[in-house]
């Protein structure tokens, strides 16, 4: 195959590539295709699937096609839809100051020293991923630390969930009034008001071409895991304008995967003049469970208080409805109960106003999601609302010893992510990482969601990767992507991995079905401890935007 992808916005054509023209046979492998679920070969023509079939049907199309390219055996799929994404942050964490993996407070600190002594150029030092719940110190690093281990240079830590963050006298000093500032208390990490502020200071410090270097490193990571779209959750509390607008037209420019920009923001205009297609995402209704800022209804396990709300159900409503009004999409950050309550009554209340059939139509969107009750499932379920999570939470805050617990009990904890009564519910689901919160790593999503740490939550592999695939197009209104079928968008990626397999969630049924009487495509064995699918290949639109180099 030929490389050259351009990866772009459906919505702004002035910024679409020409489809590519080259017509492609793929045979001789599987294709993951509703169309045919034993099917052996596709056709790809002008950035768009022809056809899927068997291997004897694609003798008729192998003299009139520009390229045939034998499959060996490998697995062709529809490219994965990650759902929310931090993409320059992903990329910082990509080639910056990575603690996802420090397993103690001093381990981290020797990180920070050896970061700043290999970056003496930088105006600021930006590092993310501590997460002092997993070390043996249990407490986040101490600002005098932070100065010792910087040489004194501003340094901005932000914790594993971007809702709270350390930083260096240096930093702080950057900003002023920030000691009288909501969420600033002396020996604490900042939250909330003065969170935002350091951030942004922090941020405003990169340079243009640092920015470009991270949006870029971020992108060509995600297609080499076979990822051919994200939704770009930015806003004014998250990045900035010039940051939304730079990624746009970066993926616009070069090969990649396709992105869509969703701007948190109630200033529908400016989503509008960005290039948005929704003023959604992290539009913030509370924080998040490791900061203690999400919202509830009932105090915190381990802190006397129920968290933060920013914005109430009389809020909700009036951005839901404006939205609906203007044709753009609305969606809302919600993770607390209280949160996701608040979200529910006001898209209710919303209802009211714009008529019921308008607030579905417009498939207004959640993020995270996680403390629902059987009321706002019931809730989502009315009102059209897809949730957009991320499976990886439960897989690395889940269990009756994790983060979650220690934060709401074991009880509470264990009513987190109930994919399984979304999905009866009638609930779409849309998958992502919200990276790099946790790792871009789509296979690894499935596999957290058809194995969630609670079984009754637990779905099928089938419809975890429908979520992440089908799913991510569901979310931004289009039905007619992210499937392999006759007039579908060639985006696919192909894949080394071991036999296929039909997996259930539950003991109670057969968890492995290779009957061929069954007429379900197969997917890769995903039970934990077995080898993840490689990435070989991801096609957006038609053209190449990764090749794996052959070992």
């Given at each position: ?6 990866p ?33 070969a596709m056709?790809?023509?002008r ?30 799929t529809?490219?994965f ?33 050896a ?22 110190e249990?407490?986040?690093p ?10 004194g ?32 208390a ?6 909330r ?13 990169i ?11 971020a ?5 080499s ?56 995402g ?26 933060t ?76 609302l897809t ?8 897989a ?5 010893d994790g ?8 009880g ?11 999905l ?5 689901l ?7 919160v ?8 499935v ?61 109670r ?7 061929p ?35």
């Amino acid at each position: 195959m030929t490389s050259g992808a351009t990866p772009h916005n459906d919505h702004d054509p002035a910024t679409a590539p020409a489809p590519a023209t080259r017509t492609v046979l793929l045979r001789g492998g599987d294709v993951h295709s509703p169309a045919d679920p034993f099917a052996t070969a596709m056709v790809v023509e002008r950035g768009h699937i022809a056809w899927v079939g068997s291997e004897g049907a694609a003798d008729a199309f192998a003299q009139g096609v520009d390229e045939v390219v034998d499959l060996d055996g490998a697995l062709v799929t529809p490219a994965f839809t990650d759902a929310h994404v931090h993409t320059t942050s992903a990329g910082l964490a990509l080639t910056g100051l990575d603690l996802t993996r420090a397993a103690s407070l001093a381990e981290a600190l020797d990180l920070v020293r050896a970061h700043a002594e290999r970056r003496p150029a930088d105006r600021v030092l930006l590092g993310h991923g501590w997460d002092a719940a997993r070390w043996p110190e249990r407490r986040a690093p101490h600002r005098e630390e932070l100065d010792r281990a910087a040489g004194g240079r501003p340094l901005y830590l932000s914790r594993i969930d971007v809702h709270s963050a350390v930083v260096t006298t240096a930093l702080l000093d950057r900003v002023a009034g920030i000691r009288g500032t909501a969420g600033f208390a002396e020996g604490e990490p900042l939250t909330r008001d003065a969170h935002h502020a350091v951030r942004a200071a922090a941020f405003a410090a990169i340079t243009p071409a640092q920015r470009e270097e991270a949006q870029r490193t971020a992108l060509l990571h995600a297609a080499s895991l076979g990822i051919g779209s994200v939704h770009e959750c930015g806003g004014p509390e998250i990045s900035s304008p010039e940051d939304f607008a730079g990624l746009l037209a970066l993926a616009a420019a070069e090969p990649g995967p396709r992105v869509f920009g969703y701007w948190a923001d109630r200033d529908l205009e400016l989503a509008r003049e960005l290039g948005a297609v929704g003023a959604a995402g992290d539009l913030f209704v509370d924080g998040a469970l490791g900061s203690h800022t999400a919202c509830l209804h009932a105090p915190y396990a381990d802190a006397a208080h129920t968290g933060t709300g920013y914005l109430d159900a009389a809020a909700v409503a009036e951005h839901v409805a404006a939205c609906t009004e203007a044709g753009l999409q609305a969606g809302f950050h919600a993770i607390g109960d209280a949160a996701i309550g608040a979200v529910a009554d006001g898209v209710r209340a919303a209802a009211d106003k714009v008529g019921l059939a308008r607030i579905r139509a417009a498939r207004h969107r959640v993020e995270h999601a996680e403390m629902m009750t059987p009321e706002t499932i019931a809730a989502f379920a009315e009102l059209g609302l897809t949730a957009s999570v991320q499976p990886a939470f439960d897989a690395n805050w889940g269990g009756e010893d994790g983060m979650y617990a220690d934060r709401l009990g074991a009880g509470r904890a264990r009513t987190l992510n109930p994919f399984a009564a979304l999905l009866k519910a009638g609930v779409p689901l849309a998958f992502g990482s919200d990276a790099p919160v946790t790792d871009l790593d789509p296979w690894g999503t499935v596999r957290a969601a058809a194995f969630h740490r609670t079984p009754e939550h637990r779905i099928s592999v089938r419809a975890a990767f429908t979520a992440h695939t089908r799913g991510g197009w569901r979310a931004l209104g289009r039905d007619d992507a992210g499937v392999l079928v006759p007039g579908a968008p060639a985006d696919y990626a192909v894949w080394r991995t071991s036999e296929l397999v039909v997996q259930a969630p539950d003991d109670r049924v057969a968890r492995w079905s290779t009957d061929p009487r069954s007429g379900t495509p197969g997917l890769p064995d995903l039970t934990p401890g077995e080898d993840l699918p490689v990435c070989l290949a991801t096609v957006v639109g038609g053209r190449e935007v990764f090749v794996r180099d052959r070992d």
